[in-house]
């Protein structure tokens, strides 16, 4: 390949990664732009996994084998059954500057020129799959071993030559800078979805899934559930104790509301800001998501500091109405726990379950304190 093809290569691998929305997608980008910058017919990407000390392949592409899957679940191999992997996992490049080189394997045995010893396992995969070579590059991240990027060609074909794994050790170069990119915009997404006190969700998050979650009603018959609660108490705890405890006990009630959420396959367990948190459901029924409304009042009362929490719940499954918005579900939650902080109530209160004069309906949808009265209520205390 000439050098103008090479350079070329380089820059649509590098765009690939880049474009890629997710760690998978950029994985699948980093095998597949080096599968064909270096002619071949199979291609792996594979991260070490020092605490377990094996090597996991993340992703498959090209031409698979028998028993291969792009994004494999159980694909793992342990570290110590590769002379050359033990090589540059131990880092002992490293005190020589610069990165390892990559080195190539061929189904006959031993390639010219490389500088690893001889591998049985890397030979039987080989041959076991059909295949006549491979080139086998390291990938180094942030001064550590990350992984290695393997890229293969069928038997019958050419074997790669020393010049292909100098031009692998480039490409591993820009695989590493890609996955170090990913590694920050997911960092940069999850922090614009979670609320740094709790961990838990912020309202941001719940809002996007709260809307996908309604049009999967509308569309569906879905059943979707939000649970609103109020900690009680926090105020004084700040004024008396200050606000260092005051952040333990939301840390505090943060691990609750998790532990109960958990009583919910895929609940999202939020904090929507200041003193306010959350619980949203998508497809548990309406008893199920109050049976864990209870429990997290019962757990929130028995906290050594607050005086507990004001609860209040809403169902599309109980009879509210038509639900077609997301912003009707929130009020409705939302006057819920309204009425069950004014009442000082022990248990959540539930949208729609005391009749036709359920004074939770009429706190929701009366003009005064409704769409636009309560919304303000709300986002003028926890708007972020």
């Avoid at 509210?320 to 726990?337: H, N, T």
């Amino acid at each position: 390949m000439g050098e103008d093809r090479r350079l070329l290569a380089v820059v649509a691998l590098a765009q690939g990664m880049a474009a890629a929305h997710g760690s998978r997608e950029a994985w699948r980008a980093a095998a597949a732009g080096a599968c064909r910058a270096l002619g071949g017919s199979f291609a792996a990407l594979s991260v070490w996994e020092r605490e377990l000390g094996r090597l996991k392949v993340l992703v498959n592409v090209g031409a698979l084998a028998d028993g291969e899957e792009e994004f494999p679940e159980d694909e793992a191999y342990p570290v110590h059954q590769f002379a050359e992997i033990t090589e540059f996992l131990h880092e002992r490049w490293a005190a020589g500057g610069g990165e390892p080189d990559a080195w190539v394997e061929t189904a006959e045995g031993p390639a010219a020129g490389r500088r690893p010893g001889y591998c049985h396992q890397r030979v039987a995969a080989l041959r076991r799959r059909g295949r006549g070579c491979c080139v086998v590059a390291p990938i180094v991240l942030h001064g550590r071993a990350w992984g290695e990027l393997y890229v293969a060609r069928p038997a019958g074909e050419a074997v790669f030559a020393r010049a292909d794994a100098d031009f692998a050790t480039v490409l591993a170069s820009v695989v590493a800078a890609g996955i170090a990119q990913t590694e920050r915009l997911e960092e940069a997404r999850r922090l614009a979805f979670t609320d740094a006190l709790t961990g838990l969700a912020n309202r941001r998050a719940v809002d996007v899934r709260l809307e996908q979650a309604i049009e999967r009603h509308r569309r569906d018959g879905v059943v979707v559930s939000l649970v609103v609660c109020d900690l009680n108490g926090l105020k004084q705890v700040n004024d008396t104790h200050g606000h260092a405890v005051g952040d333990r006990l939301l840390e505090r009630f943060g691990s609750v509301l998790s532990l109960c959420g958990a009583m919910l396959p895929g609940a999202l367990a939020a904090r929507l800001g200041g003193d306010e948190f959350c619980l949203l459901a998508v497809g548990p029924p309406a008893d199920q998501v109050v049976k864990a409304a209870g429990e997290l009042c019962r757990r929130a009362s028995e906290l050594e500091l607050g005086e507990g929490v004001a609860c209040g719940v809403a169902s599309t499954e109980d009879p509210i109405g038509p639900v077609r918005s997301a912003r009707r579900l929130f009020r409705l939650a939302d006057a819920a726990q309204y009425r069950a902080k004014a009442e000082r109530a022990a248990r959540p209160v539930v949208a729609g379950r005391a009749g036709p004069d359920d004074p939770v309906m009429r706190l929701a949808d009366e003009p005064s304190k409704g769409a636009d009265g309560e919304r303000r209520r709300f986002r003028g205390r926890h708007a972020p």
